[in-house]
């Protein structure tokens, strides 16, 4: 038999281990969880907040003008189908000349965008001259073109086939002036009684 001041020992760490296995027992899950995983470390946590998503205002955004609408405010000048004789040189009407065509009807203003193709270019000026063109919605007319330095003249522009006004280019054919077309049929005009057709109105 072991003496009593063994016993008392042996009886003493049983009483430690089964205190120890009955706070062990009642050790929520989740402790146990969070303390078998290894520490997270530095690195991984600064990489977890470079990843932070940054509100669209912060993003850069590219500028780019494939979307952006050009729009052009023009005068547009119509001569008749039988005022002009040489349609490779023909001298920009001013001063009485002007004066003159603006009386028949033959002056007006046009507004031109980018997104118009050549058909509502086309439709465009006929709604500007529709009394003058009798309400044809298919009147024929020519688009000049200005030539010389400081466009002194306009002609008709020899173009291709496959060719098609822009609106930049027909804002832009009478130069820094105002647009010339040349009407290809008879239209109906205020002549204020004049009987000769053929004088030259834009000398």
Not at 11 to 36: C, F, G, T
Not at 37 to 44: A, L, T, V
Not at 72 to 97: A, H, L, M
Request: aromatic residues 6%; contains cysteine.
């Amino acid at each position: 038999m072991p003496p009593p001041s063994r016993m008392a020992d042996d009886n003493i760490r049983e009483i430690i281990s089964s205190a120890v296995r009955d706070a062990l027992s009642r050790r929520p899950v989740s402790a146990v969880v969070q303390s078998s995983q290894p520490e997270e470390s530095e690195q991984n946590r600064g990489k977890k907040r470079k990843a932070k998503i940054l509100p669209s205002s912060f993003l850069k955004k590219k500028k780019g003008n494939a979307s952006r609408l050009q729009v052009w405010d023009k005068d547009i000048i119509c001569f008749p189908k039988d005022y002009i004789t040489n349609p490779q040189e023909v001298s920009i009407p001013r001063g009485k000349g002007r004066i003159e065509l603006a009386k028949m009807g033959l002056v007006g203003k046009i507004r031109l965008d980018s997104s118009m193709d050549e058909t509502s270019i086309r439709e465009e000026i006929r709604s500007v001259f529709s009394e003058q063109m009798q309400y044809d919605t298919q009147f024929p007319f020519k688009i000049l073109h200005a030539i010389g330095g400081g466009a002194k003249a306009l002609s008709v522009p020899n173009t291709s086939a496959s060719f098609t006004w822009t609106a930049k280019e027909v804002a832009s054919s009478g130069g820094r002036g105002a647009i010339y077309i040349w009407a290809q049929a008879d239209m109906a005009l205020n002549t204020n009684g004049k009987d000769d057709e053929n004088e030259c109105l834009w000398t």
